[in-house]
């Protein structure tokens, strides 16, 4: 048994094709991405967007089509998510010092109303996709290829509002993840990333909620 999984983990590393090599590239530039997210700092969006147009590649590659629009769409968000987190520091930078000595880590909840708006919204969002991808493709798992797509485009705007509930959004995110690219035969190192990523996602709740600051 042991030796039938390292040869499947060896075999995933040796004779590496173009797909394979940008995974890969895409999995050091996650790590960066992560440490940034965790730290609130705006070039996280930077890296985000690089990251974006990497996986857009591969998901077009594997059919898995509506991850694939998300990540061109994403490019477009991380400039809004860019401004937002520039603005945010500039606004809270005299609050945070009073409160926890020079931390750059602010946060909020969701309010009752606005979560129920999004709540709506995201399931017009999925449905839309899904109908686009169940009969204008011929993606072989529309239903979670779209759920993942809408809760990556309602946990970016979350994110850009620092709610710290995004970090529950992202574990659904990666949880899902993982099981669709298993199906579809993606890469060791993708798996591998997102199963880190899911990881991180509790540890970057449990972050912002001891070294940030809630302000509202």
Sequence with gaps: MLSDIWSYIAG???????????QTVGLILSFIYLWLEFHQKPLFWVVSAMCSMIYASVYFHSKIYADMGFSCFNICLCVYGFIKWLQSDRK?????????????ITYRHFRAGEFMAVLGVSALIWGAI???????TDSPVPALDSLTTMLNIVGTWVLAQKIIEVWGIW?????????IYCRRGLHLTTI??????LGASVYGYIKWKRRGTCIA
């Design 92 to 104: 809270g930078q005299a609050k945070n010092s009073e409160a926890k000595g020079n931390s750059s």
């Design 12 to 22: 995933q590393f040796t004779g590496m094709d173009f797909w394979d090599t940008i």
């Design 171 to 179: 574990f659904l995110v990666n949880a899902i993840s993982i099981y």
């Design 192 to 197: 591998l990333l997102y199963s880190f990523w």
């Design 130 to 136: 899904f109908c686009i991808l169940r009969f204008l």
